[in-house]
């Protein structure tokens, strides 16, 4: 499809089940939706995933097709073939492994390898399925206080998550895919669970800047997407980053010059709550700098949402220009044509030497 026919609209939603019904048919092809969100519900085969996109597809040829899939215990497809890939903790740990018979410079090379590795195979597997996008790799920092971040970060070093989020971007982009850093400026100190509470981080600024989001200045152009935390931080803002203006235009935005997609996260989440009902979250995502708004698990509220948002011409093309440039490249190959693929086979080899998958 020609990039002058792709008109992705703000508006990322997710579909009911298994195969599309005429309630989601609806709702993919309002002009307001640019992309849809597959979980766990919506996966049972590898045949019936593909189907599933195929059909996305044919309604919407640009909408981005999108997942979260990490590896650990956040990968919706796990069965029928795929590769149930390591938490990315364990990644972190192979760079810290204590072995007498190798340098630090070996493990972190080591480690690095099969980050990139990591990133190939999630990729390529999820495109063989016909999914466009994945949202990762996570890059809060690992302070032991957060249950919903814990192993899904690579580390508490921000040295050691910017060199393995890089290497694993490079394997997503080996197979064509774009990347999504999370979670904006970083969700590893604030304890609560922005799913069904409102986090806060009561830490200033610089402390947070000078930690927290160095993963973001160092990635750089590398760093195709960002979604900020729905966490409060009150020494900087009353809002939570991913309503706020200071995080997204000044910090984001300015400061650290990142010009890739913003999406917000989840609005049905707890820690949207204090924006207001679903329209004005959506609206003041939109205006802090959020290219993209997801709405997940509330069709009754995505309904609400196309209904009533509205978005300048201006707003709607900026970002539409931003969300065209994550759609994936070139064309991938199929299913049975990626097992045999030579890169594909090396990059399970070494997960598999380094006993980060079976």
Known sequence: MSKLNMKPGPVTLDVVGLELNAQDRRRIQDPLTGGVILFGRNFASRKQLTKLTGDIKKLRPDVLISIDHEGGRVQRAKQDGFTHLPAMRKLGELWSVKNTSKHAAQSAALAMAA?????????????????????????????????????????????????????????????????????????????????????????????????????????????????????IYPQVDSLPAGFSKIWLHSVLRQELGFEGVIFSDDLSMEGASVAGSVVKGAELALEAGCDAVLICNRPDLADQLLKDLRVSKAKQSESMSRLNRLMPQPPSLDWNALQKEAQYQHAKGLLQQFQLIA
């Open 115 to 231: 980050a990139t590795a990591c990133g190939y195979v999630l990729g390529a597997e999820l495109r063989a399925c016909g999914v466009d996008f994945s949202f990762t790799p996570v890059l809060d920092l690992d302070f032991g206080r957060s249950g919903v971040i814990g192993d899904r970060s690579f580390s508490r070093d921000p040295q050691i998550v910017f060199a393995l989020a890089k290497s694993l971007n490079d394997g997503l982009r080996m197979a064509g895919m774009a990347n999504c850093g999370k979670h904006f400026p970083g969700h590893g100190w604030a304890e609560a669970d922005s799913h069904v509470a409102i986090p806060v981080d009561e830490r200033s600024l610089q402390d947070i800047l000078n930690d927290d989001a160095k993963p973001y200045e160092w990635l750089d152009l590398s760093l195709a997407a960002v979604m900020p935390a729905h966490v």
